[in-house]
């Protein structure tokens, strides 16, 4: 199993292996690897070219290490986006292939706070519809929600455990979701959130915070998106001005 040596150096050339291990199945997700001294000893180098190697895939989250545990091969993202379009979590797990689903936590109506005022452009007594929920891919929980929404944008009955709020708007409300402006907050361990989700420990939450707006640029939505890590991915094309 030793690496056949060229002119680069070895630890791109372990780094290269056992990326391609981890391709071919030898080493399968959530594996764990063999121990750094049996390892080194397997592919024929030193336990220091060996460890810069592992530092590497680390940053790539090809593989993750957990101190006193060991290394595993780290779980390929299911759900990939393009952060520039405004697509919804239900719409992200149809694409992937797999069967969306919703957790109806909790909905309460309450008065904006000055926070809630400036995003939505709303008054302080503003009545705000919240709602909890968790999303769900073939049973799985990836994406914890909470959502706020002036309650006059639904004159009539509110169903706040409809599955796609974008068709909810599109359906029941007096204005439709045009676009959006977000920004994304990393996390690592979240109290409340990371065990609804059932995150490992190490597993960290990318925050996807949008304010929707309709055609007019009237806000109608804040949103929070907590996406586990592990089973999302978000890309943006960039484009040379």
Known sequence: ??????????????????????????????????????????????????????????????????????????????????????????????????DPGTIFLSSAVIQASEEDARRLTCALDTELMVIERVRTANGEPVVYCIDKIPKTFFPGQFDPSHESLFTLFDEQASSSISHAVAEIEPFGWHEKVSPILECE?????????????????????????????????????????
Do not use: C, W
């Open 1 to 98: 199993m030793s690496i056949k040596q060229d002119n680069r150096h070895l630890y791109l050339q372990v780094i290269d292996r056992l990326k391609k291990d981890i391709e071919e199945g030898i080493y399968k997700e959530k594996e764990k690897l063999p121990s750094e001294f049996d390892l080194a000893k397997q592919l024929g180098v030193s336990r220091a070219t060996l460890r810069e190697a592992l530092r590497i895939l680390e940053e790539e989250n090809v593989i993750i290490r957990r101190h006193g545990v060991g290394t595993f091969v780290h779980s390929k993202p299911l759900f990939m986006s393009g952060i520039e379009q405004l697509v919804s979590v239900t719409d992200m797990i149809v694409n992937a292939g797999m």
């Open 201 to 241: 420990p190490e597993t960290a939450l990318l925050a996807l915070k949008q304010v929707h707006y309709t055609e007019n640029d009237m806000p109608v939505l804040y949103s929070v998106n907590f996406f586990r890590s592990d089973k999302f991915r978000f890309h943006i094309l960039r484009r040379r001005t």
